[in-house]
C-alpha cells in the first residue's frame, strides 16, 4: 500500500483557486493511477479527479472539468489538485486516493490506499 498525506486546504472566496497537494510514501506510488474524491457534510463521498501512473490520462467528474486540474511529479512522489474558480458548492474534505492497478475510474471500490483529507471551504 501506499501512505498518502493530502495538504493546501484553506478558506477562500468564491472565485479564488487553491493548489491542494498528497504527498506519497511507498513503492508503489509512480506505477499506481491516483485520484482526488472530495466529502461534504451530510453527503456521500465524491470522485473529483483521477490520473494514470505515467501522467497521460486524467479524467474528471463534470462539476469540475474546465474548473479543476490533476497532475503529478513521480520524481517528487507527489499528486495535486489546482482548483481554480472555486465555488461555495466545492466546500468538502478532499481526500487522495491510490490504485496500483493504474485504472483511472471514478470508483472508489478501485483505490485501496486513502489519505486522511484537507479542509477546503469556499465562502460566498
Known amino acids: 500500500q501506499v501512505q498518502l498525506v493530502e495538504s493546501g486546504g484553506g478558506l477562500v472566496q468564491a472565485g479564488g483557486s487553491l493548489r491542494l497537494s498528497c504527498a506519497a510514501s511507498?513503492?508503489?506510488?509512480?506505477?499506481?493511477?491516483m485520484g482526488w474524491f472530495r466529502q461534504a457534510p451530510g453527503k456521500e463521498r465524491e470522485f473529483v479527479a483521477a490520473?494514470?501512473?505515467?501522467?497521460?490520462?486524467?479524467y474528471y467528474a463534470d462539476s469540475v472539468q474546465g474548473r479543476f486540474t490533476i497532475s503529478r511529479d513521480n520524481a517528487k512522489n507527489t499528486v495535486y489538485l489546482q482548483m481554480n474558480s472555486l465555488k461555495p458548492e466545492d466546500t468538502a474534505v478532499y481526500s487522495c486516493a491510490a490504485d496500483p492497478a493504474n485504472r483511472v475510474t471514478s470508483f472508489p471500490t478501485n483505490f485501496d490506499s486513502w489519505g486522511r483529507g484537507t479542509q477546503v471551504t469556499v465562502s460566498s
Open positions: 490520473i494514470s501512473w505515467s501522467g497521460i490520462r486524467t
Open positions: 511507498g513503492r508503489t506510488f509512480s506505477s499506481s493511477a
